[in-house]
């Protein structure tokens, strides 16, 4: 989703290299005659890379990672991205850089500073994996990002999507990319039936990808091309009711020479996601309030919160938030519930609240999920909390009884 410094649209550019022209439908065969010879295909390539190109200088939105070639700020801005809105990430990615310049001030950095820095982006295990790859790029390759796409695929966390945005959009490299929105245009310009997140899509979608590419290298820089390609995916060929008379490339475009842009792409249903049913213990005393970090490596890993334990009612959760911390003496009671939604599940929290005279001395072994746990300040929190953490707190803050606010 990051692009590279917009260029301005050449001068003079004719509306044929504005627009890539519309292919006519081939006519219908009739008393067995062979159908007509096709358009050329690599022609075809080469006028699609022209009207984005041109389409993209004009219409581009003017974004920070935009405006940089820094394989590193690039890469940021690629793991921030995933599965996150632009504007949601647009003041993360200036507050990081600000933090972490460069790749050696982030694998220096402490993890709790870097998880406190992305806390309430989500997805966190992209900040732990981000952080450990820094590392490992200031170990092996002397902080300095790899060109090579295999070479980038070897970090921590770099699948095929982030090596082809670095390589080409940082060093030029006709390579490659499709998320989400790439996926999208390239099943309606090419018409494919497959579900594209099917093994057979996902083969036709990078083939796609990578022809296109390759052949807009003689003329297109490969980063701006894929940027196009990726934001015409974001504003223009959207999922539903796609804008197709703003396409530059509609004339190119074979579900809309057929008529079923609105069918594609192919996705199977998602499983339903199932309910998981938690309780979350607030026990504050004066301003300090008891929370529990979480081990590395599962859901949540690395971050603080208020202990929670899987029950269906307070009742049930006793005994098991005595295990992770809570003081069988709280005088816990329920005061909200939240729902978290997860990729794979949703989380239905009741959330209980208590308030003690003093803190007593934290347990040094707690029960699975939880390592550590300690005494914080929820209003001076410079430590990695989760959005959820932050929703049981809202609740467990808001009036007594029915006037606690439902989160979602």
């Known amino acids: ?13 004719s509306p044929a290299q504005k627009r890539a022209p519309r292919r006519r439908n081939p006519p219908v065969e009739q008393h067995g005659a062979p159908p007509a010879a096709a358009a050329d295909p ?15 200088d004009r219409v581009a939105r003017d974004l920070p990672w935009r405006r940089t070639r820094d394989p590193y700020a690039i890469w940021l801005s690629e793991v921030m991205l995933q599965q996150t809105r632009v504007e949601t990430v647009i003041p993360y990615y200036e507050r990081f850089l600000a ?3 460069t790749v050696f001030a982030l694998a220096s950095a402490e993890i709790d500073d870097v998880l406190s820095l992305w806390s309430g982006l989500g997805y966190y295990r992209r900040a732990r994996v981000l952080h450990l790859a820094a590392r490992e790029v200031t170990l092996r390759h002397d902080g300095a990002l790899p060109r090579d796409v295999a070479a980038l695929r070897e970090l921590p966390g770099v699948g095929a999507y982030t090596a082809g945005a670095i390589a080409s959009i940082a060093y030029e490299q006709p390579v490659p990319l499709v998320d989400g ?3 999208r245009v390239l099943s309606r310009i090419e018409c494919i039936d497959d579900d594209i997140r099917s093994a057979s899509g996902t083969r036709k979608l990078w083939s796609a990808a990578e022809r296109l590419v390759r052949g807009a290298a003689g ?16 504003t223009v060929c959207a999922p539903r009711n796609p804008r197709c008379d703003a396409c530059p490339v509609d004339g190119a475009c074979a579900a809309r020479a057929l008529g079923r842009q609105a069918e594609l792409p192919v996705i199977a249903p998602k ?4 309910a998981v049913a938690m309780v979350a213990a607030v026990v504050r005393s004066g301003d300090r309030v008891l929370f529990v970090r979480r081990a590395e490596g599962g859901l949540f890993g690395g971050l603080w919160e208020p202990p929670m334990v899987e029950a269906r009612a307070l009742a049930d959760a006793r005994a098991l938030l005595e295990q992770v911390g809570v003081g069988p003496d709280a005088p816990l009671r329920e005061v909200g519930r939240v ?3 997860l990729t794979h599940r949703r989380l239905d929290v009741t959330v209980a609240r208590a308030e003690v005279a003093a803190p007593w001395r934290c347990r040094a072994k ?15 929190l410079d430590i990695g909390v989760s959005k959820l953490a932050r929703k049981v707190l809202s609740a467990a803050s808001a009036q007594d009884g029915g006037s606690a606010r439902r989160s979602r």
């Not at 989703?1 to 550019?13: I, Q």
């Not at 022609?43 to 022209?50: C, N, V």
Request: without cysteine.
């Open 181 to 183: 929105n790439v996926a």
């Open 366 to 380: 707690l029960a699975s999920p939880y390592e550590k746990a300690a005494w914080l300040d929820p209003d001076v």
């Open 99 to 101: 933090r972490y310049p």
């Open 42 to 56: 690599s022609e075809r390539d080469r006028e699609i890379a022209a009207a984005l190109a041109a389409w993209f």
């Open 339 to 341: 729902r978290h939604i």
């Open 271 to 274: 499983r339903d996601v199932p």
């Open 219 to 234: 003329s297109v820089h490969p980063g701006r091309f894929n940027q196009a390609l990726m934001e015409l995916g974001a």
């Open 1 to 13: 989703m990051s692009t590279t410094p917009r260029s301005p649209a050449r001068a003079g550019a």
